[in-house]
Nanobody, 123 residues
């Protein structure tokens, strides 16, 4: 699966962004999807995950209520709607695909990764 993330940019604190990740190469609906991020000088961290059908989602605690993950299997795409952004949300955001059932917050359970898109939140 080839993954292409987009939608990053510069936004002021309190603003919103919607990230997109499009997939190609394999049957998209056979993969659970996740979003991870990595801030400068920090380790990669889990953001959100969604199951193959979209019926199950899971969020990191710090993102609950602010971020929403969704997918459109007809468009081979997964999205991350980010609201009430904070400067500490500044990071490169990566989408990833896993062949495991359900949802996963563990990076090593993901088989494919996109190239990342940079989100910068100014104070």
């Amino acid at each position: 699966v080839q993954l292409q993330a987009s939608g990053g940019g510069l936004v002021q604190a309190g603003g919103s962004l919607r990230l997109s990740c499009t997939a190609s190469g394999r049957t998209f609906s056979n993969y659970g999807m996740g979003w991870f991020r990595q801030a400068p000088g920090k380790e990669r961290e889990f953001v959100a995950a969604i199951s193959r059908s979209g019926g199950m989602t899971y969020y990191a605690d710090s993102m609950k209520g602010r971020f929403t993950i969704s997918r459109d299997n007809a468009k081979n795409a997964v999205y991350l709607q980010m609201n009430s952004l904070k400067p500490e949300d500044t990071a490169v955001y990566y989408c990833a695909a896993t062949s495991r059932l359900g949802v996963s917050y563990l990076g090593y359970e993901y088989d494919y990764w996109g190239q990342g898109t940079l989100v910068t939140v100014s104070s």
